[in-house]
């Protein structure tokens, strides 16, 4: 059965619950990007929000769990061994009631194996321990990519979404499109003097795009807004869709630099992809390199907007927006220095 969209009813977006009654919530991956900004944001409602995180956590284990009572400031911190099921009674749920979990949760690296285990593996002990408990809602950050599920991350994550949906709780899950950190790697590229690369002319594809904030508001706002339960919530930022070319040109108008492209074929992916493949059947390190490469080519040829599944096409205007930072106005601030860029484990440029 294919899960009821939010855009199916074409109903228009319920105005965040202003009136949201204190919760009690526990948070998965709140050390992450969006799991700290969906922290902060849950806090600043005034929901108790309580979150599960590993003793070493952030890109290579960075944070220490002082770090993490700084970064995560108003909610208080539970540290346990996520792939371990006796630690979710004992470390994160120890009895107590909650009226939700919310869970930004997912994979570093999008490598296979790692997916499976995490962005499935993890959330399956997750639900089980959500059931157990009594946990009444499930609210799940997944991507809006696995409309179309050829990577093994994304096949990891819809399994674990239809997994949700048949649980008999009461589920959201939350598929956004692009968010700026994926979208700013090639600032520094810009400022040494380089061109901005495409693939194609890149027109290929386009996005709405979100930022951290919004997207936090959204997740949080999953909780009260009945409109939101049980749905899959396909979600993008504010205005019409952007192409990379867009993005580049805008990046060399606030440098004050006449725009510079250096155009790449997805054709080299192939090539690239088809090398580690059969290289990686004799080391297995660049299976997982073929795998990156595999997403690589994903992001240069699709786009991160809703598919009319009867057409094959993207449609910027079936894609719902929310909030209301732009990528464009980011950028200015990345350029100006009030924001800092953001790379994790598998940034691509
Ligand atoms: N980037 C995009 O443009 C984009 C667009 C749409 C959707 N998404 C999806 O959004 C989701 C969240 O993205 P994000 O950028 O916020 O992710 P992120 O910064 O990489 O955070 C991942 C979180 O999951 C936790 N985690 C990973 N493995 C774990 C494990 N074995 N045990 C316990 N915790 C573990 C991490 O904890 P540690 O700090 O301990 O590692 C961290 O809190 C992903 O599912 C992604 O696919 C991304």
């Not at 992450?32 to 003793?55: K, M």
């Not at 990519?145 to 991350?153: D, G, H, I, R």
């Not at 090539?271 to 073929?290: E, N």
């Amino acid at each position: 059965m294919r899960p009821r969209m939010a855009s199916d009813s074409q109903r228009p977006e319920a105005a965040p619950a202003g009136n949201a009654r204190p919760r009690r919530v526990l948070v998965l991956g709140a050390t992450g990007t969006i799991g700290q900004a969906t922290t902060l944001a849950l806090v600043a409602r005034g929901h108790e929000v309580v979150c599960f995180v590993r003793a070493r956590a952030g890109v290579r284990g960075r944070l220490a769990p002082a770090d993490n009572a700084q970064r995560l400031a108003g909610a208080s911190l539970r540290v346990g061994n996520l792939t371990d099921p006796e630690s979710w009674m004992r470390d994160a749920f120890r009895g107590e009631a909650f009226d939700g979990v919310v869970s930004c949760l997912a994979s570093r690296t999008g490598a296979p194996k790692d997916a499976w285990a995490v962005d499935h593996g993890v959330h399956q002990l997750a639900l089980a321990a959500s059931k157990a408990a009594g946990v009444p809602h499930f609210v799940l950050l997944s991507a809006i990519c696995v409309q179309k599920p050829v990577l093994a991350f994304q096949q990891a994550k819809l399994a674990f979404e239809q997994e949700l949906i048949a649980s008999g709780l009461r589920w959201s899950i939350v598929r956004p499109t692009a968010f700026f950190k994926s979208l700013s790697g090639q600032v520094e590229r810009l400022r040494r003097g380089k061109a901005f690369l495409v693939f194609g002319d890149g027109r290929l594809t386009a996005c709405k795009p979100i930022s951290d904030g919004d997207l936090a508001e959204y997740l949080a706002d999953c909780l009260d807004n009945t409109a939101r339960h049980d749905r899959v919530l396909p979600i993008g930022g504010p205005g019409e869709a952007i192409t990379p070319r867009q993005q580049g040109e805008r990046l060399f108008e606030l440098l004050g630099r006449p725009p510079r492209f250096q155009q790449v074929s997805p054709a080299f992916l192939d090539a690239i992809i088809g090398v580690l493949t059969v290289a990686g059947r004799i080391v297995p390190a660049l299976a997982d390199k073929a795998e990156l490469a595999r997403i690589g080519r994903y992001y240069a040829t699709e786009s991160m907007l809703v598919l009319d599944q009867a057409t094959g096409r993207y449609d910027a205007a079936a894609t719902p927006s929310t909030g209301s930072d732009t990528l464009f106005d980011y950028y200015a601030r990345l350029m100006n220095g009030a924001a800092l860029p953001e790379r994790g484990d598998h940034a691509v440029f």
